[in-house]
């Protein structure tokens, strides 16, 4: 095998890799073998290969990559998960909230919370609420108008 079809199966190599990995990283990297390739392709030595390789996959991290992180991992976007994810939902209370006895469950997204009144006022069963804050298995809630 000679040396310009080894830099190209290292890159598609690469460039598999960044399918399964985020960041844009690999991608570069895998365009700069591509580029070492041709460099090599056209008899060019090993430390042109090697300056090239390294000058290309620099240049693409340092110009492409912020592009595509910029395009494709939208900073305001952040998916809330777990016990995040709650916080704004609206429940339905099963067992009514009564801050003096420390009692009351509400339903929220199909499961059954222990649950606080968020404002400290009794929420009598039926009722709508929205969930304020997470802690531990508690949610707190305040009464919808």
């Known amino acids: 095998m000679e040396a310009w079809q080894t830099w190209v199966v290292i890159g598609v190599v690469l460039l598999i890799f960044e399918v399964f990995t985020p960041g844009f990283v690999t991608g ?8 070492a390739a041709l460099a090599s392709y056209f008899d060019l030595g090993d430390i042109a290969q090697t300056v090239i390789f390294c000058a290309v996959s620099l240049g693409l991290f340092l ?10 991992y939208k900073a305001d976007e952040h998916t809330k998960t777990n016990v995040d994810a709650l916080i704004g939902l609206v429940g339905l209370v099963d067992e009514t909230i009564d801050p003096n006895g420390d009692s009351g469950r509400v339903r929220v997204g199909g499961d059954d919370w ?4 968020f404002d ?9 609420v929205e969930v304020k804050k997470v802690e531990g298995t508690k949610v707190f809630v305040s009464l919808i108008s």
């Not at 570069?28 to 580029?35: H, K, M, S």
């Open 28 to 35: 570069c990297f895998g365009i700069g073998c591509f580029a």
């Open 120 to 128: 400290n006022v009794l929420i009598e069963k039926g009722k709508k």
């Open 114 to 117: 222990r649950a606080v009144s």
């Open 63 to 72: 110009t492409i990559r912020p592009i595509m992180k910029k395009h494709f």
